[in-house]
Each structure stands twice: as C-alpha cells, then as structure tokens.
C-alpha cells in the first residue's frame, strides 16, 4: 500500500515533459508501482493530448510517413523483460541500470552505505543508495529539490515511513534524518537538483568525495 506520493505540480511536470532526467525516472518508477498517480497522469496526458489537437498543424517534410512506417516494420521490438523475480526492477529504472540489483556497480560512501549514480543528463542526479538495515542517514538539509523513490525495505523520519514504492519529496524548507528500518537493507533511488546541506563536519567532509 503506497501513501506517499510525488507533489500535483510533479505530476503535471512530468506529463508536460519539461522535468530534468533524473527526476523524470524517479517520477516514472513511482507512476509504475502507483495506481492512483498512474491514474492522475493519465488525466493531465489527456490535457496534453487535447491541447495537441487543438494546436495549428505544421507540415512535414516529404515521404515522412512512408520513412517512418519503414522503420517500424524494420525494427524488431525489445524482448519483454522479466519481472517479479528476485531484486527485480520496475521497469523504467531497469531500462537505466539493468534487469536486478545484483547487476548494479556499487561504491562504498561510508558507514556501510553504498551508492551507484545513474547517468542521466541535465540538472539533477540520480543515485541508487543501499543502506543497511538499522542504519541512519546524516541529518541534513537541502538546497533544491530531493526526491526519494523506495524499492526494497523502508526508511523513517520525521515526515513518516517510506516503504516500497512511495515517494519523500524534500524541499529547501526540510531538514531530516532518515533511519532504515531494521527488517532489512533499504534500497531506493534518490534524486537531487542542488548539493545537500550537512549538519556534521564529517558529512560535509565526505560529501567532498561523494560529490551528494
Ligand atoms: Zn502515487
């Protein structure tokens, strides 16, 4: 049961088209495990699509559609990945980092903590953390925008508990301290569009080597 979810002005971002990669694939992922936002983004596509046809046409140029009909008869489709499987991925962060975790290419960041950036273009980051069980993350605050996406396990902090699927959205007016549950390792994807502002000298020390 998912009770958190991205922010209405996400939502419509990402159906506008006009979010920064990396926030588009956290927005994704989400939308992927969520009925109710996949719901809501089919709304305001449907916007769009309205908008599209209401807009003035612009013709293109000869023999496109015969190129483009060319081309889909050519290309044979992506074999369909499997899915439900262990440490399996929802799909439009396996399209980025592989068909499990096992694939992924962990570095260590400290405290047991590892992490994986996820190249994307454009004005945040992305990175999959794995932190174990147990295990607090360093007080901090945020210059811009964090969004974290859980896939495996749960964290908490003062806004609550965030299992698989939901979704924190941090803005420059929180600080927090997330905590992963002790079950077991805490898996999730967390987007950033500016540095993060640590409490500690020992954070802000590594956050020099880890570049968060
Ligand atoms: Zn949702």
Redesign the pocket.
């Known amino acids: 049961m ?1 009770r958190h ?2 922010t209405e002005a996400l939502l419509m971002a990402y159906a506008a088209g006009t979010l920064p990669e990396a926030m588009e694939l956290a927005i994704a992922t ?2 992927s495990l ?1 009925d ?2 996949r719901a809501a983004y089919g709304g305001y596509d449907a916007v769009g699509g309205a908008l599209l046809d209401r807009s003035d046409s612009a013709d293109l140029s000869d023999g496109c559609l015969t190129r483009t009909l060319a081309r889909i008869r050519t290309e044979t489709p992506e074999p369909r990945r499997q899915s439900g499987s262990a440490g399996a991925l929802p799909a439009p962060l396996a399209g980025y980092v592989g068909e499990s975790l096992e694939a992924v290419s962990w570095r260590p960041v400290g405290m047991g903590v590892r992490q994986a950036v996820i190249a994307t273009t454009g004005e945040a980051t992305a990175r999959l953390f794995h932190i174990p069980a147990g295990t607090a993350m360093p007080d901090h605050g945020h210059n811009g925008t964090e969004l974290t996406l859980v896939l495996q396990g749960a964290f908490s902090d003062a806004g609550g508990t965030y299992a698989r ?1 939901d ?1 924190e959205v941090a803005t420059e007016a929180d600080d927090h301290m997330p905590v992963a549950d002790i079950s077991a390792d805490c898996i999730c994807l967390a987007v950033t569009d500016a540095p993060l502002r640590f409490k500690g000298w020992l954070p802000r020390l590594a956050q020099r080597f880890v570049g968060i």
């Open positions: 998912i979810h991205p989400h939308i969520c109710t936002c699927g979704i």
